[in-house]
């Protein structure tokens, strides 16, 4: 990751944990950042699961659902 | 080197009891003599009163001596894991921020089921904080004191391979169950999700948590589960039904899951879980090689909901007083304070996935049961921060030794762990049988078969000798 992707990363945090009223000290950002890429990459690996699992997103129900032509 | 005399089994301990060939009062002395010579080393003890507990001894021995059929855990010393209530004992989850709490006005559901069945709870046992954790600390694991016993029921598990409880109760949301059982080398049963009561637990992940016994041998293993269950009138003939043998496992289908469960493990493991297979085939089972592609997913699903869900519990601690967290918890816990709902969403969906994808594995190979390897490894020191593979590759050592259990938590099956070797070290190495959800006894039918065939569950570590 470059220097830029981690300063978004890092800037990622900040946001969130205002959203969620999470304090968090400076120094924990970096590797917090960095552990919450991990997870939201770990999660995207699942997006098929996912779709499979259901409710499906709009795509996912259109792809999969028998059409009967345009009208 | 491993001591050789017979361990203790709930079953044969229950029967001496009842036949006046041990008093409770005994039996307690001989463990408390143990914990006494052991435990400063192991420390899988939080909570034990020596002078309480002799007396409730003493009670039981005048109940034995009552002619009447004794409830079937009568006088037998069981360790509770210290986030499940036990009424009068403070439920302390080894955190900081609960060092003052009250103590449990009553026991939790399973604990209270224990002891109307007769259990002598002997006391507390360590967990990892918040039971968010694999190493248990400062409890050690008796193979060899240098090394963690494995979490988050360490304690439970600890006591029982060093004989200074025969049994323990655990709980698994990751595999907290299963993994300090493999790293000690005694059984543990990892009930279907939902099957037994959660009430009086401190929580982990609501979705996943999982109460369940740690004892030396699966019938014992089964005989808690009753219990807990409240099904302890079936105990006496699963008792018999195992005294009888039951060793064939002609008929039975066994899935052998590869790949995701034997690419990454060290090469003790591996081969353990090689000649289980042949064992198993020995025994009269139809191993059925099969591929489940969802495991990786499976384990991911597992992993993050566990996070979220754990953030939620400690919502409050987490914003008003981060610094009574360890480390570990608190990276936790921040990390699924900030995953967004769309996460959480995604996490759901997929596990209903994971789900169907093993039902179909086992419908489509008409299995009885799969087996796995427990862990990857063998149980790291204490001091080491990942576990190494032959091939040179670095693993952290809480998601190493998650990797291989994590994946039925979010199916919520049935999982039963056994000891099925030793490494180079003599260290444990441990084998899961998962079965077919609501179906324990069926899945422990089949373990019991296989540990009975071996001397594994006999060996126990030097520090009884």
Redesign the interface.
């Known amino acids: 990751m470059n220097q830029e992707e981690a300063a978004r990363s890092q800037e990622r945090?900040r946001h969130?944990?205002e959203m969620?009223?999470?304090?968090?000290e400076e120094d924990?950002i970096p590797?917090?950042a960095e552990?919450?890429d991990a997870?939201?990459a770990?999660?995207d690996?699942?997006?098929e699961?996912?779709?499979?699992?259901?409710?499906p997103s709009a795509e996912a129900y259109d792809a999969g659902w028998p059409k009967g032509g345009r009208r | 080197m491993t001591a050789t005399t017979r361990p203790r089994t709930i079953r044969d301990t229950a029967t001496q009891l009842r036949n006046g060939d041990l008093s409770v009062v005994e039996l307690l002395n001989e463990l408390l003599a143990r914990i006494e010579a052991t435990d400063r080393d192991v420390q899988a003890w939080l909570d034990v009163r020596p002078r309480f507990l002799l007396e409730t001894a003493a009670t039981m021995d005048r109940r034995l001596a009552v002619p009447r059929t004794p409830p079937p855990l009568l006088g037998i010393p069981l360790g509770i894991k210290d986030i499940v209530d036990v009424a009068g004992y403070q439920t302390v989850c080894n955190m900081a921020s609960r060092e003052t709490i009250d103590v449990a006005a009553r026991d939790a559901d399973v604990v209270g089921n224990w002891r109307r069945d007769g259990a002598l709870l002997v006391g507390k046992t360590v967990t990892q904080p918040a039971a968010a954790g694999v190493i248990s600390d400062p409890c050690r694991n008796p193979w060899d004191t240098d090394r963690i016993p494995g979490g988050s029921s360490g304690g439970s598990a600890a006591a029982v391979a060093n004989g200074t409880a025969l049994g323990g109760l655990g709980t698994d949301t990751g595999g907290s169950i299963r993994i300090p059982a493999a790293l000690c080398g005694v059984a543990g049963l990892k009930p279907t999700y939902g099957r037994l009561s959660g009430k009086g637990i401190f929580p982990l992940s609501a979705s996943l948590d999982t109460p369940g016994p740690i004892a030396r041998t699966v019938a014992d293993c089964v005989a808690l589960y009753l219990s807990m269950a409240k099904r302890a009138d079936e105990i006496p003939a699963v008792w018999d039904r195992y005294a009888e043998g039951g060793t064939s496992l002609t008929g039975k289908r066994i899935g052998v899951l590869r790949s995701f469960f034997t690419d990454q493990v060290q090469d003790a493991v591996r081969a353990a879980f090689d000649e289980a297979v042949v064992a198993l085939e020995r025994l009269g089972a139809e191993i059925v090689p099969c591929d489940w592609p969802e495991a990786a997913g499976a384990r991911t699903v597992a992993m993050y909901t566990s996070r979220i869900e754990s953030a939620q519990v400690h919502r409050d601690l987490i914003r008003n007083n981060p610094e009574l967290m360890n480390d570990a918890l608190r990276d936790r816990v921040e990390v699924g304070a900030l995953l967004p709902a769309d996460a959480w969403f995604r996490l759901r969906s997929a596990r209903l996935a994971v789900r169907d994808s093993i039902a179909s594995v086992y419908r489509e190979h008409r299995l009885d049961a799969i087996v796995a390897p427990t862990t990857p490894a063998t149980a790291p020191l204490a001091s080491e921060t990942h576990v190494t593979y032959e091939d040179g590759s670095r693993e952290e050592i809480g998601a190493a030794m998650t990797r291989l259990a994590g994946p039925w938590n979010a199916t919520g099956q049935p999982v039963v762990a056994v000891p099925c070797g030793f490494d180079g070290q003599g260290l444990p190495i441990g084998l899961s049988f998962i079965g077919r959800p609501d179906e324990e006894l069926a899945l422990a039918d089949i373990a019991h078969a296989y540990e009975q065939a071996h001397d594994f569950w006999m060996r126990m570590p030097p520090s009884v000798s």
């Not at chain 1, 699961?49 to 409710?55: H, Q, V």
Request: charged fraction near 5%; proline fraction near 7%; aromatic fraction near 0%.
């Open positions: 945090v969130l944990a969620v009223s999470l304090p968090v924990r590797a917090l552990a919450l997870a939201l770990a999660i690996t699942i997006g699961l996912a779709d499979a699992g259901g409710p």
